[in-house]
């Protein structure tokens, strides 16, 4: 807010509101809730930090002029200038309510260039009754941000042989709902050393209104254990600024498995298969198909087998596996106790 204007018989002020976000309809305003009342001087605190906006996306301004004494000036339009003194457009307006006149929502598109902006908002030279009245203008300021992002990993194999090929899926959202035109990704390994790169696809994950995806393929570390694997994305250089971001994910190499290990989950006292029981055998984790069986293969070793089922007490098989070996594990449901069992 600023007085840029102190004439004898009059004094005008402008300022400029600025909201992230296209023009939203207008609508009733609801009761307000006791829980989210705040005293005058946290809105006070609140509307003195200069509004901040992600680079290039859509932000509404509105304008309010007072002049003293009160006029209504709904014949005239407040210019919106940007840093270099382009027009950007006319705000109309279109109330006043005795004291205070309001344009109507204008919509730009923010600058592309991150840091503090400074506008221009000018009321222009008019005449009003026989009077004339020089141009009025006051600077309003907001911050421009990068787009922030964030990365989603998922579909890491919990073990992979040492050396071979695996494949994994990687996700990139950003706060403005970007599509990715041409984001990059890029994978190193613990020392730093690209293990993967590529571009994201264009169009999002299923579900997703904005979650950009890539599969990608990478080899294991030949050394045997877990690695620590970092993912960078968006890549630099993009038009419009984004936050670049990390992930880590481990990635375990194993030995090369010599023996199968077969699973049958079955319910104990109905003798059906349960199908989708978790198998840990670790570091490896499967789920029983529709018969309720389930493969895994493991180098030879001690092992402690894990067989949950939903609703069923888990099973538990320790022992060294030198074979191929079948396993069949029959779980109880896990039931709530009687009262008689509780008072017994």
């Not at 880590?248 to 010599?258: A, L």
Request: hydrophobic share 40%.
């Amino acid at each position: 807010m600023a007085v840029q204007d102190q004439e004898p018989q009059t004094a005008c002020i402008i300022s400029v509101e600025v909201t992230p976000g296209g023009i939203a309809a207008r609508a009733e305003p609801a009761e307000p809730d006791p829980d989210e009342i705040v005293s005058a001087e946290e809105n006070a605190a609140e509307d003195a930090q200069p509004a901040e906006v992600d680079a290039g996306a859509e932000v509404t301004l509105v304008g309010t002029i007072q002049y003293s004494p009160a006029r209504d000036l709904r014949d005239v339009a407040l210019l919106i200038k940007d840093d270099e003194g382009s027009l950007l457009g006319e705000a109309e307006i279109v109330e006043f309510n005795g004291e205070i006149n309001t344009t109507a929502e204008l919509a730009v598109k923010a600058p592309l260039l991150p840091g503090e902006h400074i506008w221009l908002a000018v009321l222009p030279a008019h005449t009003a009754d026989g009077v004339d009245y020089q141009e009025v203008s006051a600077p309003f300021q907001f911050i421009v941000r990068s787009h922030t992002t964030s990365i989603v990993v998922w579909d890491v194999p919990t073990a992979i042989v040492a050396g071979e090929a695996f494949r994994f899926k990687l996700g990139v959202k950003c706060s403005s709902a970007c599509g990715p035109a041409n984001w990059s990704f890029a994978v190193s390994d613990e020392d730093g050393q690209p293990a993967a790169a590529g571009t994201l696809g264009d169009e999002p994950w299923p579900g997703t209104a904005a979650l950009y995806y890539a599969e990608v393929e990478a080899r294991a570390p030949e050394a045997e254990g877990v690695h620590d694997w970092t993912v960078t994305a968006p890549g630099p250089d993009l038009e419009i600024p984004h936050e670049q971001q990390t992930a880590r994910i481990g990635v375990r190499s194993v030995r090369q498995p010599e023996y199968l290990i077969s699973i049958e989950a079955i319910d104990k006292a109905s003798q059906a298969p349960i199908k989708g029981a978790k198998v840990v055998v670790h570091p490896y984790r499967v789920f029983t198909d529709e018969h309720g069986r389930a493969e895994v293969r493991v180098p030879q070793g001690m092992y402690r087998i894990f067989v949950s089922g939903p609703g069923h007490v888990p099973y538990r098989s320790d022992g060294e596996v030198m074979a191929d070996t079948s396993i069949r594990a029959e779980l109880t449901l896990d039931r709530e106790p009687t009262a008689a069992e509780l008072w017994a």
